[in-house]
């Protein structure tokens, strides 16, 4: 089975490390971004990941919010016939603290988070969607989670760097506050593996039975990431990257 975490476009984010933000979710971030445009646009693909293979997703409803308000979407689109979209977000000069949303009949609801606020166009982000039974092959075959379907679970990548000279970083483990029940990383093949102890090449690992407010983390030795928070919410995958 392949991977099925959403892939962000690296040079999108907003170049500064940041930390908690003390917040209802979503990345923090040390210093204000200056001159944010007064539009910005994220644009990417919806596909399906099963397990052999992907397909493109017409007609996922695609949306924008600001973290603490998830009743108001600052932008929505819907996935062409392709699984294209487009969201054109009015930024009144503020960067985008907050995340991107995907929903579609019989898939899993999916959520996008960014490490820090969008202060700038951010193209390529990939929506993976997965069916419930794919979902319960990756939680409770491939990891052995036993997970709750009352509960949430996060999926990551941990990054090099928050631009485009990042790589996916190996040997890593992630961790999260409150903790998960279970923490599972991609092996070598590609696919998830309940005996991987660290992330694999691709940088990937899992978070299961976790719910509200989460702060994720990654340790390696000789490096340090920021942590930062997400929501993650009941019976959905929440996905982001953990970078320096």
């Known amino acids: 089975m392949r991977s099925i975490l959403l892939a962000f476009a690296l040079a999108s984010i907003v170049p500064a490390c940041g930390g908690d933000d003390g917040g209802g979710g979503g990345g923090g971030q040390a210093d204000a971004p200056s001159n944010v445009p007064a539009m910005i646009t994220v644009t990417g693909t919806a596909k399906e990941v099963g397990l052999t293979g992907t397909t493109p997703l017409a007609g996922v409803t695609v949306a924008a919010y600001r973290n603490g308000n998830d009743t108001d979407a600052v932008a929505m689109a819907t996935t062409d016939s392709s699984g294209n979209y487009t969201l054109t977000i009015t930024t009144n000069g503020q960067a985008l603290d907050g995340y991107v949303k995907a929903t579609l009949a019989q898939y899993v609801d999916t959520y996008l988070y960014p490490p820090f606020a969008l202060a700038e166009n951010f193209d390529g982000a990939s929506l993976n969607m997965v069916k419930p039974a794919t979902f ?19 999926a990551v990548i941990v990054a090099s760097a928050p631009d485009t000279s990042a790589a996916a970083v190996e040997g890593a483990t992630v961790s999260s506050t409150p903790a998960a029940t279970k923490y599972c990383y991609n092996g070598t093949s590609g696919a998830p593996d309940f005996m991987a102890t660290a992330t694999a090449a691709d940088g990937i690992g899992y978070m299961f039975n976790v719910t509200g407010d989460v702060t994720v983390s990654a340790m390696k030795t000789g490096s340090t990431c920021n942590s930062h928070k997400v929501n993650a919410r009941a019976g959905a995958l929440t996905t982001t990257l953990i970078v320096p």
Do not use: Y
């Open 136 to 154: 319960g092959v990756l939680a409770n075959t491939a990891c052995r989670a036993n997970q709750d379907s009352g509960k949430g679970t996060i």
